[in-house]
């Protein structure tokens, strides 16, 4: 006697509109959306009235007036004729080459601490505690400041340079280098090591196969790293060393030619390596810790030695772990060098933000320019981690 | 039956206990191990001693002014100096008393929530959340109960860090919170809205924030709204911090098992109630870690604000070292910067752990 409830007259329960889910929700929805579009709409009638009081045309038209200005460094051509757009190429290239090279030597060095806190020693693990404890709670930007005007500025001058030979001289100007030129020839290097690094690729291959079908085992990273810098040191023998390098010459008050490092430039890259490198150490550390002990045990029982235990088995596991916030650590250094501002260094914030910005007076186009950059890169970098995530996570039953 | 004589226990050989043993098996275990702890006595020789030498031994404590310097080592003369400078910045001498108090009050009231069951604990945590500002906001300002007002251009040093600091963290938890149940919600207009307010913040640096609160706030706002400086700065911190707050909170909330949500909805909760009473109460407790750990990042953070001219604790050192009735102490004002934000840090991340080691209960071996 199976009967439905409603049709014996109890009444389906419908909440009054007041109560019912779906419209209430959809009312708070449409105020939200409402008030949100009211809110735009009075910050942009209100700049645009603001700015036409200050006399201020809008538009992306400043960009290629002429910048008059110049900047410290830039790595593609550029003097005072040159537009306000290439100014922003400029603070872009030398974000991103201080970014660059800071994520390799954070990295480094990060790794390379990361592991000496997990050391048997005593006093290396201590050592390497007391680097972490001290960059990671000092705030970066008094280290920026720090490294700038106490260190590098209390550099003897150009005339008492602190020198390694008659290349290499560190004085209040930052650091001259020899300064290499390459001749025609080099191509036939380059192109050597272009071809070394697919054989080492194709030898790869050939040797996991022919150990997926017989077990013998090639000495792969030996026979890459040869092949990898064997060839190409061949050719540039064979072709004439097509490489010459021009010295930094001292005249009377500063340096001539060779290559010169801008102090900002160091300052910025030294207390961005060190600060960030605290964090990647405690991201390795907590990584490694991570593996459980059962499976370096395991790893035992089955025969490997210590060294492919390490390779085979920790690693990569750690690697799952320490990779999500190792990739938001180089956003972070990506943002952080934005602080170049306080020493001067010219990187986007500090040459489009600032001194475009005061000369052109466009602030809304300019700081929505600057802010795209950033949140392109944060973008890709998201979007690089959790395609990584994806790809190295465990597949379970 | 022969009788046996107890001989005296011998003590277990060298290699097993003592400080020899202690020696072999931490620092010359193998080899390579020997060469690593030659290489950290060399460190230690070639960067501490100089430095305590430095920064102790030689230096010049007493004094007030340079010729007490003998610049042979650290010269703190100059930092005692100046010291009224560092943690008031420009307030005016005779009401010093009043950001005193400050310390004082913020000093008692941080005390109870660092010792275990210290009386009124709660009640003090809750004052230091909704009194505390009030009564600082008052004394700070002046203006009312017959006290001088004092505009907040005059503020700075240690005082500006604190108060930018203190302000950042009340209004971005209540945001962040708000953010955060935003993202999770069912609504998909407000999930949208939210998420791209915490992406977008996320994900551009605090200086341009900074920048566009003190350029770009004055264009956005009908004409005669204008706040001071530091106000702007503030809400260029706040929806910064706010949106980082979100995110560890949403890390709570998604930590909190499904079964919590169904057993507030059927007893008849609704999405307030059953957020307030069940669910956040949970999840916040799980990341307060996460919240301490955000905070010291704002803490270091505040310095930023000095690219717009405003004088924290490091933006009056750094106009301090350039006076030129001393000699070139900039190593030293930095140091004590370095070391009186490093004393704040260190402090809130220890005691981060050891909360977190607190809340941790269970899974540890």
Redesign the interface.
């Known amino acids: 006697m199976s009967e439905d409830f409603t049709s014996r007259g109890v009444p389906a329960s419908k909440p009054p509109p007041w109560n019912d889910p779906f419209i209430r929700?959809m009312f708070?929805?449409?105020i939200?959306?409402l008030l949100?579009g009211y809110c735009f709409y009075?910050?942009f009638d209100?700049?645009l009235?603001?700015?036409e009081?200050r006399g201020i045309t809008t538009g992306f038209a400043f960009l290629s007036e002429e910048a008059g200005f110049g900047i410290l460094m830039s790595l593609i051509e550029y003097d005072e004729t040159y537009s306000y757009g290439r100014t922003f190429f400029v603070g872009l290239l030398n974000t991103a080459v201080v970014a660059a090279c800071g994520i390799i030597l954070a990295t480094v060095i990060g790794f390379i601490i990361g592991i000496a806190r997990l050391?048997?020693?005593?006093?290396?693990a201590k050592?390497a505690t007391i680097y972490i404890?001290?960059f990671?709670?000092?705030?970066?930007?008094?280290?920026i400041?720090?490294w700038q005007?106490?260190v590098l500025q209390?550099l003897p001058g150009p005339r008492q340079s602190l020198r390694i030979g008659d290349a290499f001289f560190l004085n209040n100007r930052g650091v001259f280098l020899p300064d290499p030129n390459f001749g025609k020839e080099f191509i036939f290097v380059i192109s050597a090591f272009l071809i070394s690094l697919i054989g080492a690729y194709i030898f790869k291959i050939w040797a996991k196969r022919t150990q997926e079908k017989t077990g013998r085992q090639y000495p792969v990273v030996y026979v890459s790293l040869g092949l990898m810098i064997g060839l190409p040191t061949i050719i540039f023998f064979l072709v004439g060393m097509p490489l010459t390098w021009e010295y930094a010459k001292l005249e009377r008050f500063s340096f001539s030619g060779g290559a010169n490092i801008i102090p900002e430039f160091i300052s910025l890259l030294w207390a961005l390596t060190m600060y960030t490198a605290a964090f990647i150490a405690e991201i390795v550390r907590s990584g490694i810790l991570a593996v459980d002990h059962g499976q370096t045990e395991a790893a035992r029982s089955l025969g490997l030695r210590n060294s492919l235990t390490l390779r085979l088995v920790v690693i990569p596991q750690a690697l799952r772990v320490i990779i999500p916030p190792l990739t938001s650590q180089y956003l972070n250094l990506t943002?952080?060098s934005?602080?170049a501002?306080?020493i001067g260094y010219p990187d986007l914030?500090s040459v489009f933000?600032g001194t475009t910005?005061n000369q052109t007076g466009q602030?809304?186009e300019i700081?929505a320019m600057?802010?795209a950059v950033?949140?392109t890169?944060?973008?890709f970098i998201s979007m690089f981690m959790n395609w990584y995530n994806k790809r190295v996570s465990l597949v379970e039953r | 039956m022969a009788d046996i004589k107890n001989s005296a226990d011998l003590s277990p050989p060298s290699e097993i206990i003592g400080p020899l043993a202690w020696l072999r098996s931490?620092?010359f275990?193998s080899p390579l191990?020997s060469i690593?702890?030659l290489?950290?006595?060399y460190?230690?020789y070639a960067l501490f001693i100089p430095v305590i030498d430095w920064a102790f031994v030689s230096a010049d404590w007493l004094g007030n002014n340079k010729d007490a310097c003998s610049l042979k080592g650290a010269c703190w003369v100059f930092v005692i100096q100046r010291l009224d400078f560092f943690i008031y910045g420009f307030y005016p001498d005779a009401e010093y008393w009043r950001v005193n108090i400050i310390f004082v009050l913020l000093a008692l009231l941080i005390m109870p929530q660092m010792v275990e069951k210290a009386p009124y604990k709660r009640f003090s945590g809750w004052f230091f959340l909704t009194g505390f500002p009030i009564i600082a906001g008052v004394l700070l300002l002046g203006g009312i109960l017959g006290l001088e007002p004092v505009s907040t251009d005059k503020w700075g040093g240690l005082l500006l860090t604190l108060v930018i600091s203190f302000v950042g963290i009340i209004a971005a938890l209540p945001l962040g919170v708000l953010l955060a149940l935003g993202r999770r919600s069912?609504?998909?207009?407000?999930r949208v809205?939210c998420t791209a307010f915490i992406e977008?913040w996320?994900?551009?640096?605090?200086?341009?924030v900074l920048?566009?609160a003190s350029?770009?706030l004055?264009?956005?706002?009908?004409?005669g709204a204008n706040f001071n400086k530091l106000l702007r700065a503030l809400i260029g911190i706040v929806m910064f911090q706010s949106a980082y707050m979100a995110e560890v909170i949403r890390g709570g909330l998604q930590a909190i098992p499904k079964g919590q949500y169904e057993a507030a909805a059927s007893l008849g909760l609704g999405y307030w109630k059953s957020m307030g009473l069940i669910i956040l109460p949970q999840a916040l407790k799980l990341v307060i870690p996460g919240i301490v750990n955000t905070f010291?990042a704002l803490f270091?953070?505040?310095?930023?604000v000095?690219?717009i001219g405003l004088f924290d604790l490091?933006q009056t050192v750094?106009s301090a070292?350039v006076d030129p009735n001393w000699p070139?102490v900039?190593?030293e004002g930095?140091v004590f910067?370095?070391f009186v934000?490093?004393i704040f840090?260190?402090s809130m991340?220890r005691y981060s752990i050891a909360l977190e080691r607190k809340l941790d209960t269970g899974h540890k071996r």
Do not use: H
């Open positions: 929700s708070f929805q449409v939200a959306v949100l009075s910050i209100n700049t009235t603001n700015m009081k050391s048997n020693n005593w006093l290396i050592l404890e001290i990671r709670n000092i705030p970066l930007l008094l280290q400041i720090f005007i106490a209390t943002k952080n934005s602080l501002t306080a914030v933000m910005l602030a809304v700081v600057t802010m950033y949140l890169f944060s973008l | 931490n620092l275990a191990n690593l702890t290489i950290g006595l460190i230690v069912e609504m998909p207009a407000i809205i977008l996320r994900g551009v640096p605090l200086i341009s920048f566009m350029v770009m004055p264009l956005f706002l009908p004409d010291i270091k953070d505040t310095t930023l000095l690219t490091l750094n070292i070139q900039s190593t930095f910067a370095g934000f490093w840090c260190f991340s």
